[in-house]
């Protein structure tokens, strides 16, 4: 029999990875009085790093900028693993005692703002079938922007031939033993560079088969500053001023591919030349999209070079005409063998994690909202939708707006005020999404499903992490366009 639970908090929060955490330490830092709980559909803290278990899975950003501002990261290594990441979200929940405040396994299916008593009403479905109902003041969505169920896998022609194995990196199985086999990574993305270096030497062979090649960008695996500025200094006091350095970094690297391309791509190719040596064909490290476009791919010491140099890996840039039962036949006419084949062919995109959102009762699609500040939804009372940055770490965006949810929550207590709204007292909505600055191919598929953009501030998501710090530390709350009552 199901039962269903009601209990009642001031702020509740959906999902308990970078995001939901980044928020709910700020939140119960500033607001201990508060009445606060996180709803997380999984068994554990992490998110996308309690997904994902492919090998070599690790941060493209580097952690001295991915470490929320509050903790600031204390190692000398730059990038870490999905279980570092996991442990470090989970240190940061126990510092403001939030473990408690989790309620695991529990999948939101509706959120309805009932304007009469001016507060949501959240249903939940549990695990074991049972149903929980939530009512709260302020609704946080911190749920990231993909489908955690179903990733995306093109329609392959003969897949269904092939003998060998197809597996997607965001289900990876754990009994895939990949010692001594040949593999063919569809994909040149993010998750092809890492998953390929950490099975080269494994795996007979593995070889990235792309349509289109991408953007590669070294970085040291640890930063050598580390050490010495923690003997000058205290160390949260070094590790912050080397997030600041790498925060100036990141945003003039973007701004320089954006403002001059054609210098940037001939500066970033020429390191590629260097890396790969005088023997590999450029053509598969040339791509037909300026810097920026799509993601550039963070290589910590060049790993997926070396291997290519070691030739524990290769790179064939082509399309699949088929698979075949041992592999794939390519539209040159070559064969490409296999034992297991890994489509890192992306996800596919979720606003909201599928949540129905209403408002008395009226459905609210995410596509016909823009959102205030790039936090709050545009018409919706108390809902603020967290989204961090395409061209910048994640959780520096989580940050500014946990911040600004705090000034928010103060600005209403000290007016005794419960309800919060941003309007639109103009005709600032266009067509294209919040995540348009990209034109990757999972922004291209799905981009529809997300809020859209606005014509000028507050309404534009500009991606643009110090713009963002002025708009949401140091603006007014009282602006004209945020009502309260």
């Known amino acids: 029999m199901r039962r269903t639970v009601t209990d ?120 074991d079938g049972d149903a929980e109902r939530y009512v709260c003041g302020l609704l946080i969505a911190c749920t990231g922007y993909y489908d955690y169920d179903r990733p995306y896998t093109p329609d392959f022609p003969g897949v269904q031939d092939f003998r060998g194995r197809l597996v997607h990196p965001q289900l990876w199985p754990v009994d895939l033993d990949y010692r001594d086999k040949s593999v063919v990574v569809i994909g040149s993305g993010a998750t092809a560079a890492t998953l390929v270096p950490a099975m080269a030497g494994t795996a007979r062979n593995v070889s990235i088969l792309q349509r289109s090649p991408s953007y590669y960008f070294n970085v040291p695996a640890r930063e050598f500053l580390f050490r010495p500025l923690s003997w000058l200094l205290p160390q949260k006091t070094a590790s912050r001023l080397l997030r600041k350095r790498n925060l100036v970094l990141q945003y003039w690297l973007y701004k320089a591919c954006r403002r001059w391309p ?49 030739g524990d890996a290769s790179i064939v840039t082509d399309r699949i005409e088929s698979f075949t039962r041992s592999g794939l036949r390519l539209a040159s006419g070559e064969e490409l063998a296999a034992d297991i084949v890994v489509s890192a062919t992306g996800f596919n995109l979720r606003v909201f994690g599928d949540v129905a959102v209403s408002v008395d009762g009226e459905p609210c699609a995410p596509r016909s909202r823009m959102i205030y500040k790039g936090v ?11 989204f961090g940055y395409v061209n910048f770490p994640w959780t520096a965006k989580v940050d500014l707006a946990g911040n ?18 941003a309007r639109d007292r103009g005709t600032n909505r266009l067509d294209s999404s919040i995540m348009d600055a990209l034109n990757s191919g999972y922004v291209r598929r799905g981009g529809a499903i997300l809020p859209r953009q606005g014509a000028q501030p507050p309404w534009q998501v500009a991606h643009d992490y110090f713009l963002d710090r002025k708009t949401l530390l140091d603006d007014p709350i009282d602006d004209g366009i945020l009502e309260v009552a």
């Open 376 to 386: 709050l939804v545009e018409g919706v009372p108390n809902l603020a939708a967290i």
């Open 8 to 127: 009642r908090f001031d702020i509740l929060i959906i999902g308990a990875g970078v995001s939901g955490i980044g928020i709910a330490c700020r939140l119960r830092r500033e607001f201990p009085h508060k009445r606060l709980a996180i709803l997380e559909r999984r068994a554990a803290i992490g998110g996308t790093w309690d997904l994902f278990r492919y090998p070599g899975i690790r941060s493209d950003s580097d952690m001295f900028t991915y470490a929320y501002e509050f903790l600031p990261w204390d190692k000398p290594d730059i990038f870490a693993g999905a279980r570092t990441i996991q442990d470090y979200v989970s240190a940061a929940a126990d510092t403001f005692d939030l473990s408690k405040d989790i309620r695991f396994g529990q999948r939101v299916v509706s959120a309805d703002w009932d304007s009469a008593s001016s507060s949501w009403t959240v249903a939940a479905e549990r695990d």
């Open 404 to 421: 600004w949810l705090c000034r928010l929550l103060r600005h209403l207590d000290d007016r005794d005020a419960a309800v919060a709204v």
């Open 262 to 310: 054609n210098f940037m791509r001939r500066l970033l190719l020429r390191h590629v030349r260097k890396a790969v040596g005088p023997d590999v064909d450029m053509r598969h490290f040339t791509p037909r999209y300026s810097p920026w476009d799509e993601r550039l791919c963070i290589l910590p010491e060049d790993d997926l070079f070396k291997a290519l140099r070691r």
